[in-house]
């Protein structure tokens, strides 16, 4: 079975500018969850989206959204691109959501760079 | 709020010995779960082992183990027999066991592990 893919793996855009990143969950799992790595540090937590329904945001302002359709896949949308934007975005699938324990399963990632 | 901690930005092994890499974490929830992810230069986030926080059993996995101290907070993963492979970024993660929320990670800054030959 395919493992969560996303795309595109590499994205460079200038300040303003807005962003479409991609995810598709592993086959039979339901939610999608969204990082943010800058160089150097350990993945943010942005959103968590399960059956359709955002069900955690973290500390990222209004330019960031996200929304997951019917068949699970997500799109991390960003607007009014800044340079500290510049990162890894981590996409990472579970079965579920506020079941005991599911580990979150990630994809390899797309880095956007600022110019 | 959780935070995880990673003291150790960088450390190194020589191949087939033991490294043990720390991680302690603040939270006032007593139900919980625990993890330490891999990420090697491929930049995919591996998972290498998982600690439910009502087990007092410490999680194994192969050559991999961890050491939960609940009461300290301090959540370890030792390497036995390491490898080249072994190679990466290691970052310790906290899960809320909370049925109304989501299942999202806080992750610790991370230790980048170096295995010599």
Redesign the interface.
């Known amino acids: 079975d395919a493992g969560v893919t996303q795309s595109p793996t590499h994205l460079i855009k200038t300040r303003g500018q807005q962003v479409t990143l991609r995810c598709s969950p592993i086959s039979g799992h339901k939610s999608v969850s969204w990082y943010q790595q800058v160089l150097g540090q350990g993945p943010q937590f942005i959103f968590q989206y399960y059956e359709k329904e955002e069900r955690g945001r973290g500390n990222f302002p209004d330019r960031f959204s996200a929304r997951q359709f019917p068949n699970y896949s997500s799109e991390l949308n960003v607007n009014a691109l800044l340079l500290g934007d510049s990162a890894l975005y981590l996409c990472a699938s579970s079965l579920a959501t506020g079941v005991a324990g599911q580990p979150q399963h990630f994809g390899d990632g797309t880095r956007l760079s600022i110019l | 709020a959780q935070t995880?901690t990673?003291s150790q930005p960088e450390m190194s092994v020589q191949e087939a010995e033991t490294v043990t890499l720390s991680c302690t974490y603040d939270t006032s929830e007593n139900n919980y779960?625990l993890?330490w992810?891999k990420q090697p230069p491929?930049?995919?986030?591996?998972?290498v082992i998982?600690q439910?926080a009502y087990k007092q059993q410490n999680a194994t996995e192969n050559r991999f183990s961890v050491n939960f101290q609940k009461a300290a907070k301090s959540f370890s993963l030792k390497i036995s027999d390491s490898q080249l492979g072994d190679t990466a970024m290691y970052?310790c993660?906290f899960?809320k066991?909370?049925?109304?929320?989501?299942?999202?990670?806080?992750?610790?800054?991370?230790t980048r592990l170096m295995v010599k030959p």
């Not at chain 2, 491929?42 to 998972?47: A, C, P």
């Not at chain 2, 049925?99 to 999202?104: D, H, I």
Request: aromatic share 16%; hydrophobic share 45%; glycine share 14%.
């Open positions: 995880v990673q779960y993890f992810y491929s930049r995919q986030m591996i998972l998982r439910e970052f993660a899960m066991l909370n049925n109304n929320a989501g299942n999202m990670l806080t992750f610790g800054g991370g």
